[in-house]
T-cell receptor
Framework: DTAVSQTPKYLVTQMGNDKSIKCEQNLGHDTMYWYKQDSKKFLKIMFS???????INETVPNRFSPKSPDKAHLNLHINSLELGDSAVYFC???????????FGQGTRLTVV | DQQVKQNSPSLSVQEGRISILNCDYT??????FLWYKKYPAEGPTFLISISSIKDKNEDGRFTVFLNKSAKHLSLHIVPSQPGDSAVYFC????????????FGSGTRLLVRP
């Protein structure tokens, strides 16, 4: 059983489109995250939810909107996609204030 | 401004020898440090962590050393195995309620058979 799963694994789309990436964790964790790995391979946090409440919102364009319907799910919706949004997006989860996060396999988004 | 730096993009080591991966940080507020390992097309996997109240933490073949005065940490892998070939990321955090990890850019380790 995959602990943190993201769908889709690959996403190719045109500029201006709206797309969503889904994430689910079956670890019973109370905190979920979205990280972005850019072309320089840096992993940077975008959002964090704790018990469905947004606790971290980094300087991300408001075209990016996370949604957490329950503690096990954190989806990422992106409006009006731009070329610069091309990256690998990782979902992660952790429990009880522990910083050891478990990551999904990533979603490679390519905007053409 | 990079708060966590891994200055060696790559490292090649013979199987059975020690691998030493280095990480420097600039933010003196960081009090918790982690190492992650990443294979291609997979997400990062947690490897080992250390709190700033310690200077060493060991788990099997993996040991992390922390030098707070130098703002430097290192990961030692002994003995290195070909399966250890991966990208290793150093991460740091302030262990308040922010749950935020700041990652370095990674070091690609190649363990030669």
């Amino acid at each position: 059983d995959t602990a943190v799963s993201q769908t889709p694994k690959y996403l190719v789309t045109q500029m201006g489109n709206d797309k969503s990436i889904k994430c689910e964790q079956n670890l019973g964790h109370d905190t979920m995250y979205w990280y972005k790995q850019d072309s320089k391979k840096f992993l940077k946090i975008m959002f964090s939810y704790n018990n469905k409440e947004l606790i971290i919102n980094e300087t991300v364009p408001n075209r990016f909107s996370p949604k957490s319907p329950d503690k096990a799910h954190l989806n990422l919706h992106i409006n009006s996609l731009e070329l610069g949004d091309s990256a690998v997006y990782f979902c992660a989860s952790s429990q009880g204030g522990r910083l050891e996060a478990f990551f999904g396999q990533g979603t490679r988004l390519t905007v053409v | 401004d990079q708060q966590v730096k891994q200055n060696s993009p790559s490292l090649s080591v013979q199987e059975g020898r020690i691998s030493i991966l280095n990480c420097d940080y600039t933010n003196s507020m960081f009090d918790y440090f982690l190492w992650y390992k990443k294979y291609p097309a997979e997400g990062p996997t947690f490897l080992i962590s250390i709190s700033s109240i310690k200077d060493k933490n060991e788990d099997g073949r993996f040991t992390v050393f922390l030098n707070k005065s130098a703002k430097h940490l290192s990961l030692h892998i002994v003995p290195s195995q070909p399966g250890d070939s991966a990208v290793y990321f150093c991460a740091a955090s302030v262990s308040d309620s922010s749950y935020k990890l700041i990652f370095g850019s990674g070091t690609r380790l190649l363990v030669r058979p």
